[in-house]
């Protein structure tokens, strides 16, 4: 009976902020005041563009990992912690550059693109929930490996792409 009070709280939760602390994890707070910190994964060097849901239920990061061709990490899995449960988006491999929540915090949408160049453009919309692919998109390219101008793209990329 215990597990299932906990489960019930756990789903409930509201969080109103969250930020890398100074040992470089991931600090959740929760509305009644409770800090969860969230360690890095095995390989993974820091966390970025971090943002919570609309609706408050869940929270979303990219996870950074080293590269062997740039100075810098690149974020190779969009993470949302929900519920108690942490899912994690890949997607078909390469880094991702854009994300945001949308249906009011109950799908997240994410863009993926190889690190130098724009190519291999790729944007998936997933259900926070089940992480089931609700959605995917792959821009027609041209010979020079450029998404081509002019074509039509479906109303979650466009909203993804208008995101600062």
Known sequence: MLVAVASLCAAADRYVGASVDETGQL?????????????????????????????????????????CCSSYPIPLKLVIYSASEQRAFTGIGLPVWQWHFTAAGKQVAFEQETVHGGLGVHYEL????????????????????QPLANQSVPRWVAELNSKP
């Open 27 to 67: 600090r959740i707070l929760t509305s009644d005041g409770r800090a969860l910190v969230l360690a890095k994964e095995a390989e993974q060097v820091g966390f970025d563009r971090i943002a919570i849901s609309p609706d408050g239920r869940s929270v979303g990061w990219v996870a950074l990992y080293p590269n």
């Open 126 to 145: 997933r259900d926070v929930a089940s992480g089931r692919l609700v959605a995917q998109f792959t821009p027609t390219v041209g010979p020079d490996n």
